[in-house]
């Protein structure tokens, strides 16, 4: 182009209307936990550019469903706690089948001195109680030993080879299995319980997914179709649950596994299972058997009982679904009220949660506290999100199992 001649460069001003107001978010200060999880206030700001500086506008003027959050979560560091036990104990019994028990405590990684069990809460613990053997007992009739009652092998055995051969008859006939109780509970927790009486037995096809609401029974998880069966047992706060395993099956050496879960304990085992004893520590317990080969499995028993120590608190609640409302807070008969109360959620292994704020309200948005908020846990993942404010929102589980804590 140099013969031509270059025309002279122009600008034209294509707009004079100014740019809608924004969101501005200043980075976040520091955060309010030195480890684990906390909160990190930001400072969110409705801003225009007019005529190339920034103007602060009404906050009205900025799209309201696109603020961002006030406070966002924060880690600095994974908190320095584990849990720690002591030596197992002597076996129960001088001769047959007994148990064996330990302590646990939470154990501070930096002091090495124990503190309080809340610090332990949100990380898995192996199993307090496990099953022991003292040689066989000479033959002769008489009193049962201290562990017997335990562990009841004789009646309980029993009871299996019934459950199977109910099992072999439905078969010969042709006639499905009954699927057993799809058990639910109120909405307001499912505090009730049902008769107590013989030890419902539930058959292998219909126990998966399921959650068993009972005092006790007899859960035959042999011989289910799918790979992988979970069920769940739940009972009121106040009380904890203990499962022997009465037969097993499982083909240890093929890699099947069973596997128990609870917010207070977490154990995994194929070999030596029969007739050894898992206790829960709480209220809930998930049960999955892994299997490879078809026919295998494990039967089960279980019970409830009085909790040894109260590992709740008074306005603390437990509900089943399939579905309730929650109101904090909660007033207490003494008029006191706890500074944290938390809502536990157990719905059967198959169906999933949903949580959804109709109406919250935790103060002006100008006079919150780092304190002053709603966490809700993802119990299968471990993973939390925070609320503040009065923000509504729609929360969905990935498992059976969620807790939301109301913090002051």
Same mark, same amino acid.
């Given at each position: 182009?140099?013969?031509?001649?270059?025309?002279?460069?122009?600008?034209?001003?294509?707009?004079?209307?100014?740019?809608?107001?924004?969101?501005?978010?200043?980075?976040?200060?520091?955060?309010?936990?030195?480890?684990?999880?906390?909160?990190?206030?930001?400072?969110?700001?409705?801003?225009?550019?007019?005529?190339?500086?920034?103007?602060?506008?009404?906050?009205?003027?900025?799209?309201?469903?696109?603020?961002?959050?006030?406070?966002?979560?924060?880690?600095?560091?994974?908190?320095?706690?584990?849990?720690?036990?002591?030596?197992?104990?002597?076996?129960?019994?001088?001769?047959?089948?007994?148990?064996?028990?330990?302590?646990?405590?939470?154990?501070?990684?930096?002091?090495?001195?124990?503190?309080?069990? !809340?610090?332990?809460?949100?990380?898995?613990?192996?199993?307090?109680?496990?099953?022991?053997?003292?040689?066989?007992?000479?033959?002769?009739?008489?009193?049962?030993?201290?562990?017997?009652?335990?562990?009841?092998?004789?009646?309980?055995?029993?009871?299996?080879?019934?459950?199977?051969?109910?099992?072999?008859?439905?078969?010969?006939?042709?006639?499905?299995?009954?699927?057993?109780?799809?058990?639910?509970?109120?909405?307001?927790?499912?505090?009730?319980?049902?008769?107590?009486?013989?030890?419902?037995?539930?058959?292998?096809?219909?126990?998966?997914?399921?959650?068993?609401?009972?005092?006790?029974?007899?859960?035959?998880?042999?011989?289910?179709?799918?790979?992988?069966?979970?069920?769940?047992?739940?009972?009121?706060?106040?009380?904890?649950?203990?499962?022997?395993?009465?037969?097993?099956?499982?083909?240890?050496?093929?890699?099947?596994?069973?596997?128990?879960?609870?917010?207070?304990?977490?154990?995994?085992?194929?070999?030596?299972?029969?007739?050894?004893?898992?206790?829960?520590?709480?209220?809930?317990?998930?049960?999955?058997?892994?299997?490879?080969?078809?026919?295998?499995?494990?039967?089960?028993?279980?019970?409830?009982?009085?909790?040894?120590?109260?590992?709740?608190?008074?306005?603390?609640?437990?509900?089943?679904?399939?579905?309730?409302?929650?109101?904090?807070?909660?007033?207490?008969?003494?008029?006191?009220?706890?500074?944290?109360?938390?809502?536990?959620?157990?719905?059967?292994?198959?169906?999933?949660?949903?949580?959804?704020?109709?109406?919250?309200? !935790?103060?002006?948005?100008?006079?919150?506290?780092?304190?002053?908020?709603?966490?809700?846990?993802?119990?299968?993942?471990?993973?939390?999100?925070?609320?503040?404010?009065?923000?509504?929102?729609?929360?969905?589980?990935?498992?059976?199992?969620?807790?939301?804590?109301?913090?002051?």
């Amino acid at each position: 182009c140099q013969p031509v001649p270059k025309p002279e460069s122009r600008v034209e001003v294509c707009d004079l209307s100014p740019c809608p107001p924004r969101w501005k978010v200043t980075p976040a200060g520091p955060c309010s936990s030195s480890c684990g999880l906390g909160l990190a206030v930001q400072l969110v700001t409705c801003v225009q550019i007019l005529h190339g500086q920034e103007v602060l506008q009404e906050e009205h003027l900025c799209p309201v469903a696109e603020k961002p959050l006030t406070s966002v979560p924060c880690v600095i560091r994974t908190c320095s706690y584990e849990w720690s036990f002591s030596e197992w104990s002597e076996c129960s019994t001088s001769c047959g089948n007994g148990i064996q028990t330990r302590q646990d405590f939470c154990l501070s990684s930096l002091t090495h001195k124990p503190v309080n069990p !809340l610090f332990c809460r949100r990380f898995p613990k192996a199993v307090v109680v496990r099953g022991c053997s003292a040689g066989p007992c000479p033959e002769q009739e008489g009193p049962l030993s201290p562990g017997a009652e335990l562990q009841p092998v004789t009646a309980a055995t029993q009871l299996p080879r019934a459950a199977a051969g109910t099992e072999h008859r439905h078969r010969e006939l042709d006639v499905p299995l009954p699927a057993g109780p799809r058990e639910q509970a109120k909405p307001g927790g499912g505090e009730e319980d049902t008769p107590k009486g013989a030890p419902r037995v539930q058959l292998g096809c219909g126990v998966c997914g399921n959650l068993f609401l009972n005092a006790t029974g007899i859960i035959n998880m042999t011989g289910v179709e799918s790979r992988d069966c979970t069920v769940a047992i739940g009972r009121p706060l106040r009380e904890e649950i203990s499962v022997t395993i009465l037969e097993s099956s499982l083909n240890c050496t093929a890699g099947e596994i069973l596997l128990f879960s609870g917010r207070m304990m977490w154990r995994t085992g194929c070999r030596k299972l029969p007739l050894s004893l898992i206790n829960s520590r709480t209220n809930t317990l998930i049960v999955k058997q892994r299997v490879v080969l078809p026919g295998n499995g494990v039967i089960l028993q279980y019970s409830s009982r009085t909790a040894t120590k109260k590992y709740y608190q008074d306005c603390d609640q437990q509900l089943f679904g399939p579905q309730g409302e929650i109101e904090n807070p909660v007033q207490l008969p003494d008029e006191r009220q706890e500074l944290v109360c938390r809502t536990f959620l157990t719905v059967a292994p198959r169906q999933r949660i949903s949580i959804r704020a109709l109406n919250t309200d !935790l103060g002006p948005e100008g006079n919150q506290t780092h304190f002053n908020y709603i966490l809700v846990r993802d119990v299968s993942t471990m993973k939390t999100v925070v609320f503040r404010g009065k923000q509504q929102f729609l929360w969905q589980s990935t498992g059976s199992q969620a807790e939301i804590e109301f913090h002051e």
